[in-house]
């Protein structure tokens, strides 16, 4: 999908437009093959520099050459799988291209980026690319920790759970935390490099009005790479201690359970032994015969439930 916005510093509002005009956006979305040559020819680019860029293990880095700066950013992003919510990183690549155009292309639709198309971003011009670049990336960071956030509840809600649980499903669900959290900590750090680049001012021009905000996307940054560390150590440790508290809860249900089978089965032993074709005299012909053996075998019961539960066995 292909969307062109402009806003200069006279509008009042983003447009949005059909044709690629100098000082406009283009935000390419899982482009398909037809769009990407379109893109190439009208910016006189080769397709194989955009089919590059959207490849998911592409890595966060900084190119340079005399009219374009490509900058690629890992952002993260929720999906389904298996019943679960799951995170991933994908790659997002700008372009800056002859000072003219600036260009983002994923694979991926990323929320943060609705803020922009939606024109909700504070003094966002598309035609001041260094600031349009800066508010990018502290976005992205701003993003980063919003996740960071919801996979903490994540983590709360299954701690919840874990001193009751005997399934192999909310282990699983750590263990895709944990995951999500390497994937975090690993982007962020690649992210901290390309940041770090851009800082050095070789890539972009940083001027005096955006040092702020791009002081503020290297420190959200940093504490998101501090927070995605500190939530996988506590993540590692509740996992070891996961598994030993299935195998504890598990081995009181097997418990609970051997104890009330031992219980159940005296008044079945009663009848076995008193069903069998001997002669029992005058209990035999005894009216309150059945009733005397269902009270013997229920105080009998009693008896062995109450020992088995002083011994912690039922």
Known sequence: MIQIYRKLMTDDH????????????????????????????????????????????EQPRVDTEENQQLII????????????????????????????????ISNKEFEFMQLFQEDKVKEFYTDHKSRFVIQILYQVATYYLKGLKL?????????????????????????????????????????????EKISKGNVIPLFQEDADLFDDAIIENS????????????????????ATVISNNLNGVMK???????????????????????????????????WILICISILVSLIVAFVLRKKNML
């Open 73 to 104: 950013i890992d952002v993260p992003k929720r999906y389904m799988r298996h019943g679960q919510s799951q995170v991933k990183t994908y790659p997002l690549g700008i372009l800056l291209l002859r000072d003219q155009y600036v260009v983002t």
């Open 151 to 195: 996979i903490n509840q994540d983590i709360e809600a299954t701690e919840d759970l874990m001193f009751t649980s005997t399934s192999n499903r909310d282990l699983a669900k750590m263990l895709s935390l944990e995951k999500a959290l390497v994937y975090f900590s690993t982007s962020l750090r690649e992210n901290a490099v390309v940041l």
């Open 256 to 290: 609970f359970l051997t104890g009330i089978t031992i219980v159940i089965s005296i008044p079945t032993m009663v009848a076995s032994f008193l069903g069998m074709n001997v002669p029992l005299g005058s209990f035999q012909s005894n009216p309150f015969s059945f």
């Open 223 to 242: 504490q998101g790479i501090e927070m995605a560390n500190l939530y996988r150590e506590i993540l590692s440790s509740m996992t070891d201690s996961f």
């Open 14 to 57: 983003l447009f949005t437009q059909k044709e690629i005009t100098v000082g406009s956006w283009i935000h390419l979305t899982a482009p398909t093959e037809q769009e990407i040559c379109e893109v190439s020819k009208k910016l006189d680019l080769e397709p194989d520099f955009f089919i590059r860029i959207l490849d998911d293990e």
